[in-house]
Structure formats: C-alpha cells, structure tokens
C-alpha cells in the first residue's frame, strides 16, 4: 500500500463514534519504528514497575503500622479525605496493585526519561484500534493486532462480567471504552456512575480517578462490595498508586536500603536510571547546616531565585487533584518568565498541607522524524517532532504467579517547538513497531 493508501485505510476505519470525543489528531502513514534496544527494554520493563508498585504497596503499609518511618504515610496521605484513606489500608484490598500500568515515557537527549506512572490510563481503547488498524494494513506493531484486547481481558481472571465505570471527568474516553467493550464481546459492558447493578463474582474496571468520588454516586456502592470479596475492582481503591511523590520516595536517601531489599540491586539502579531526580516540595524548615539535595538550596523559597538556564525544572500536582493529570498542573521553569515561575512556587508551598507539588529534572525530548498525511492537499508532510511513548502493561494472575503482558505502545509526537507532550489537534498518535 502507498503511504496514501495507508492514512485512506486508517481514517477511513475509525469508528463512527470517534475514539476521543471532541479531539483530532494527525494520522501517520507508518507506525512509530523503535530500535531494537528499546524495544528490547520495553519488553522488560513491566516486570520492573510492577515489583516497583509492590514495593510501594508495602513501604505504605509499614509505614501506616509504624514499621517504617511515619512521614511516608504522612506524606502520601496529604490532603485525602479519611473515609479513603480507611479504604485503601482496608484488609481485602491489602496486596493489590493496579493491573494496567502505563508510564510516560520520554525519548530524550539522554536515552529514556520515564517521567511519571498512570494506573488509570486513558488510551487503552485508542491504542488497541491503532495496533489492530495498523496490522490490518500488513505493519508489524508491538504487541500484535490483538495484544491489547487480550492483555486487557485476561487482568479479570474468570470473573463472568466486566462493568467498565467511566465517570463524567473522564467521558472524553468513553468512545475509546465503548469500543473496546464492542471489540470483547458480551462479556463486557459499559456503565456510567450511577450503574449500580453489580452481581457477586463479577468484576468492575474503575475508569475514574480517586479525587472525584463526590462527582461518582455509584462509587460507594461498588468499593464496599469490594471490600466485602463480593466483586473485584481494579485499580484499587488506593490513591497512594495515583502519586506522582512516589519518584520522590524513589530517590530519597532514607529509603535506599529499603528499595534495595524490595527491588533488588538490579532493578533498584534501573529504575533510577529511568526516573528523573525529583524531590517532593515540602515546605518543612531544614536544621541551619542542611541543604535541599543535588538543589544545594536550603528553603524552597530560593527556588524562585534560580535563573532561567537552572531551571531546567518540571513543578507539577503531586496527585488527587483535577489538575493532576494531562499538561494540567505543570509547569517548566526554563519555559516561564520570573514572575511566573515564582508565583508557580508560592502556590506549591502554600498548598502542601491540602495538594503537595513534586519538582522533578526535565530533560528535554529529542527531535524525532516523523510524517503525517495532510488529507487536505493529500500530501505527506514530514515532520520533526518530540516523542512520548506510552507502553500498557497488564497485570494478570495472582501473587507470586502475576506476571505482565506488553500489549502495544502508543507514540505521541508533538511539533518540535511544543515543550510539553501530551495529546493535541497538532500531535501524531501511531502505534509503535519495531
């Protein structure tokens, strides 16, 4: 097929309903090609963050029974109301983890970048049509035509019902989601958050984030069935996996031996490889011969003294806020004007009690060549851009016997003078091959 042929064929394949309600994006008459040592890397990679959040789940957990440091459950429970934070140590919910793992991936001047983790990722159903849609068209992508199908079916074990919840915050996806219940079958279902028709045995997909139970009627509803063993819910009901401030526990020196013992030596110096130095904004005095660390700073005030070229700086919503997640809540010091950035810092250090901000190292995206196909004057038009990828791992099995599946990855390349990445009209959305 032409690279014509081939963005005809994609468009003309989209389902009627769409797949983003309200947004567009550019077609790519190829998918996104990887090297063979990432995606060598991205086949690994899952295994690594799914020790990583079990390692999160138990650092949590001591530290909520005093057998680890207080200030890390005192921390991740800033500004949760108490009822979820009684869910999340609740005993039925006790070693689960979130069973989709998606992390942003980076391709930067300085090899990958994995900047944050989403356990209630949008684009599962996005990615799954854009692998199935591009195989179709005879490309080799990660994961296959149908790894995502699969890879999302197989997290509910045998559970004989699938209710996928997806709340008003979150009705952007709904097509997406619509068309992955279409593409699985009879099994799975598509409810809003007033459903609350669940049967014992059956499993509920939560495709809404922690801070906007009050806007979610049927939330209650479903977590106290959960929490009975009457139904299975995943992702849990446990906002410490929607933190970003779990990097900055990642990178903390008191917690080295910690990940060491949990992670192992191997995985330990992988992940901070990976993840970007970040540090949690905590506005706690420091004792006079103390300093902020690889910062050299002793108040977080002066981090608004810093000049442009030092701040190469991400300041972001640590989590449970509806600014915490897309390019919401995010600001990149070298990007702002002084005032700005100063102003960026004041709100940080005065919300920490009621929504903690983490500040994290950018390293900035590499140029990548791309093309696209301007249905308009039907011409392909190349296109120098910055890439995140995004690879979905599914979690299924149990305990020791859970393992991960890769079932694609998603490439979002944006024009290369946007400094932030994320979806827009302006982006590429293809699947990656390798």
């Not at 200030?71 to 934070?85: F, H, N, V, Y």
């Amino acid at each position: 097929m032409t690279a014509a042929a081939v963005a005809a064929f994609v468009r003309e394949r989209m389902p009627a309903a769409g797949l983003f309600a309200g947004h567009e994006w550019r077609v790519s008459p190829v998918p996104f090609s990887l090297e063979p040592r990432l995606t060598k890397e991205l086949d690994s990679l899952g295994r690594v963050l799914l020790r990583f959040y079990r390692a999160v789940n138990l650092l949590y957990r001591k530290s909520a029974e005093g057998k680890q440091p207080e200030w890390i459950a005192r921390w991740l429970d800033l500004g949760k109301p108490r009822e979820l934070l009684e869910l999340q140590r609740a005993a039925s919910f006790k070693n689960e983890v979130p069973r989709v793992i998606r992390p942003d991936l980076l391709l930067t001047e300085h090899g990958v970048s994995v900047t944050e983790l989403d356990s209630v990722p949008g684009g599962i159903g996005l990615t799954a049509w854009l692998n199935q849609t591009y195989a179709q068209a005879g490309f080799e992508v990660l994961g296959g035509a149908e790894g995502m199908l699969r890879g999302f079916a197989n997290i509910f074990g045998e559970s004989p019902a699938v209710r996928l919840v997806v709340s008003e915050e979150s009705a952007t996806y709904r097509p997406e989601m619509q068309w992955l219940c279409e593409q699985l079958g009879a099994r799975f279902t598509i409810h809003n958050s007033t459903f609350d028709n669940y049967q014992d045995g059956e499993a509920v997909y939560r495709f809404f984030e922690l801070f906007d139970l009050a806007n979610v009627p049927n939330a209650r509803t479903i977590f106290a069935l959960a929490a009975a063993n009457r139904i299975r819910v995943t992702p849990p009901p446990k906002p410490v996996f929607e933190e970003k401030m779990l990097f900055a526990l990642l990178w903390n020196r008191h917690l080295h031996g910690f990940w060491r013992q949990e992670l192992g030596d191997g995985y330990f110096k992988r992940m901070r490889q990976l993840v970007p130095y970040t540090w949690l904004v905590d506005p706690s005095p420091l004792p006079p011969h103390a300093a902020i660390p690889e910062l050299n700073l002793t108040d977080w005030q002066q981090l608004k003294s810093l000049s442009q070229k030092e701040r190469d700086l991400i300041l972001k919503v640590s989590g449970f806020s509806a600014h915490a997640w897309g390019a919401r809540g995010v600001f990149l010091g070298s990007d702002l004007s002084h005032e700005a950035w100063a102003n960026a810092v004041d709100d940080a250090i005065a919300h920490f009690e009621q929504s903690p901000r983490v500040l994290q190292r950018y390293h900035k995206p590499a140029l990548v060549e791309a093309q696209w196909y301007d249905f308009e004057h039907n011409v392909i038009v190349p296109m120098k851009g910055r890439a995140r990828l995004c690879p979905y791992y599914f979690v299924s099995g149990e305990g020791d016997a859970a393992r991960t599946q890769l079932g694609g990855v998603l490439a979002t390349i944006c024009p290369a003078d946007k400094k932030i990445i994320h979806g827009m009209s302006e982006a590429i959305f293809a699947p990656c091959g390798g």
